[in-house]
């Protein structure tokens, strides 16, 4: 019979992750903001798009912690392209003229160099999850050495 920490492990190891995807996710935020507040040009622009990327990449994590971080990065720059791409219609253009909100999430006009920038933010993205992940097995390594 398993016992009950054997039983929950899985639950808290899902909770913390969600957890440290919703801080990475404010994080991100937070950087993109300050991005845009103290950064013009190029900088601003395509750090942004390395940022929304990790962000749709925290949101794969929080939304599926289990994920692996091959599969959110993957993910991620799915959905970064895929939005990109919506920019060669007019619809993200319209949206954007309605809310900034949409202007923000959306775009207004396709750029093909954010694709590299989507790829360099999926890799950071795996990269930190990946090194986590190796620091929490080691840590959970040690725990059974007591």
């Known amino acids: 019979m398993a016992r009950i920490s054997e039983t929950h492990d899985g639950d808290v190891?899902?909770?913390?992750?969600?957890?440290?995807a919703v801080g990475a996710a404010l994080l991100t935020v937070v950087a993109g903001l300050g991005l845009r507040a103290g950064v013009s040009g190029g900088v601003a622009k395509y750090g942004g798009d390395a940022l929304y990327t990790i962000?749709?990449?925290?949101?794969?994590v929080l939304v599926a912690p289990r994920v692996t971080p091959l599969t959110a990065a993957g993910s991620a720059l799915a959905v970064s392209c895929a939005v990109?791409?919506?920019?060669?219609?007019q619809v993200p253009a319209e949206l954007s003229q309605r809310s900034d909100l949409a202007r923000l999430?959306?775009?207004?006009?396709?750029?093909?160099?954010?694709?590299?920038?989507?790829?360099v933010g999926a890799v950071v993205g795996w990269l930190v999850h990946t090194a986590g992940g190796s620091l929490s097995s080691r840590r959970g390594a040690g725990r059974g050495r007591r």
């Open 13 to 20: 190891g899902q909770i913390r992750t969600r957890l440290l």
């Open 55 to 60: 962000l749709i990449f925290t949101i794969v």
């Open 84 to 89: 990109e791409f919506l920019q060669l219609s």
């Open 105 to 119: 999430v959306l775009g207004t006009t396709f750029n093909a160099l954010d694709l590299f920038w989507y790829v």
